[in-house]
Nanobody
Framework: EVQLVESGGGLVQAGGSLRLSCAAS????????IGWFRQAPGKEREGVSC????????YYADSVKGRFTISSDNAKNTVYLQMNSLKPEDTAVYFC????????????????????WGQGTQVTVSS
């Protein structure tokens, strides 16, 4: 059974940090790219970051560049999203998802391309 389980969300003040984890099981982790998405109330799901360890590629949304860092621990089948300098506009439910094709700069942030999704973890940034 394929599973993606997010953890690490919570409430933090503006300027603070959180590290999200995405633990994967049920598929060959190294063959997939892992993306982080977020969805705020009343808004569409948006791509935050993506990593393909197999192809040595990472991507970030402009809104998080320089503040968020994505990394992967293949031994633990886990992808992390280190989020620093958090802003109230980062408040959302954060999801991780698995993609079995090479992510491209023009496609990595398209949710419909992803094959598997986690249930999400809430991140709330207070001002």
């Amino acid at each position: 059974e394929v599973q993606l389980v997010e953890s690490g969300g919570g409430l933090v003040q503006a300027g603070g940090s959180l590290r999200l984890s995405c633990a994967a099981s049920g598929f060959t982790f190294g063959d997939y790219a892992i993306g982080w998405f977020r969805q705020a109330p009343g808004k569409e799901r948006e791509g935050v970051s993506c990593i393909s360890s197999r192809h040595g590629r990472t991507y970030y949304a402009d809104s998080v560049k320089g503040r968020f860092t994505i990394s992967s621990d293949n031994a633990k089948n886990t992808v992390y999203l280190q989020m620093n300098s958090l802003k109230p506009e980062d408040t959302a439910v954060y999801f991780c998802a698995a993609l079995d094709i090479l992510p491209r700069s023009w496609s990595w942030s398209s949710p419909h391309l992803y094959d598997y999704w986690g249930q999400g973890t809430q991140v709330t940034v207070s001002s």
